[in-house]
């Protein structure tokens, strides 16, 4: 495993900087390309996935979905980027498949606290403004676009699609469903407690992004079916969350009511390449 370090010609300055604690949302705030700048943030945000309900639902669950998705794309000189990269979770998944894996992101304070195996190199660079010179047979991106805002979804879209060949596929994901009553709590019963509401996605809205972006869904697949019940059951929720989902696909429970979807999207070709792409070639020619 390589450790990563930015050097100080690669830190950049991106204004004003929060530090704030990682939750079931993430961070969202005005600009999410700031979010997760801060000091320290990178070692904050792998706790995270280190003990209680999220670890378990990152080691039981979501990785073997992962896994299994990514495996067939995989291969010799099958090349895969993992766009908002954070400390290379994703990436470190896609290198057992693919023969090369980049992963971008924004934030030195997250890639300084990556640690990824040989075969994945990891850049401080937003691709929604600057392009890199490789395209890849696949993209990975999660936990982003839930939190970014509107317009960051729609250029980072763009901004993998320049970066995958045609017919490449987008593997990306939601972690907090709008149908489901996780998400329904996230959006509305937290105002009940005087908590901030927090970002909820739905499939057919991230679709829209989707297809507006060129990309046509081919698979979603839906996972998390018991959410994190607050700090005080963590560890109950820790314990039950590989039976819950076993459980609750013996008894065919519809997808909509887990709180994370996959989607699995392919790059439409070139001839029918949205219009916002041509914006891009004239923002850049400016
Ligand atoms: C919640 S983290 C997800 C990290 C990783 N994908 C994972 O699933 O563990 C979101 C990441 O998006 C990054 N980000 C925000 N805007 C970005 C942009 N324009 N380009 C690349 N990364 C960006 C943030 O810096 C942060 O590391």
């Not at 590989?242 to 429970?253: F, G, Q, S, T, Y």
């Amino acid at each position: 495993m390589a450790r990563h370090g930015a050097s100080a010609s690669e830190v950049c300055n991106f204004g004003p900087q929060r530090h704030a604690a990682v939750h079931d949302g993430d961070e969202s705030s005005d600009s999410y390309r700031v979010s997760h700048q801060a000091p320290g943030y990178g070692s904050l945000y792998n706790e995270t996935f280190e003990g209680g309900y999220y670890a378990a639902l990152w080691q039981k669950i979501e990785r073997p979905l992962i896994e299994d998705i990514l495996r067939p794309f995989g291969g010799p000189n099958r090349k895969c980027l993992d766009f908002a990269c954070g400390t290379g979770r994703i990436a470190g998944v896609a290198a057992e498949f693919f023969q090369q894996v980049v992963g971008v992101d924004v934030s030195p304070a997250m890639i300084q606290c990556a640690s990824v195996p040989k075969n994945v190199s990891l850049r401080i660079v937003d691709i929604t403004n600057d392009d890199i010179p490789e395209t890849f047979d696949v993209a990975t991106a999660f936990r982003f676009f839930l939190n970014a805002e509107d317009a960051l979804r729609r250029d980072a879209l763009l901004g993998i699609r320049r970066h995958l060949r045609d017919g490449g596929h987008l593997v990306c994901n939601i972690h907090m469903n709008a149908a489901s009553p996780a998400g329904f709590i996230y959006r509305r019963g937290k105002a009940l407690f005087g908590e901030r509401a927090q970002n909820t996605l739905g499939l057919e809205a991230f679709c829209a992004y989707l297809r507006d972006a060129g990309f046509v869904v081919e698979e979603v697949r839906y996972y998390g079916y018991l959410p994190r019940l607050g700090p005080l059951l963590n560890g109950m929720c820790q314990r039950l969350v590989a039976p819950a989902e076993r459980l609750c696909r013996a008894l065919a429970v519809p997808g909509r009511f887990a709180q994370n979807f996959v989607v699995i999207a392919r790059r439409q070709g070139r001839e029918s390449s949205p219009s916002a792409a041509d914006g891009f070639a004239a923002r850049k020619n400016v």
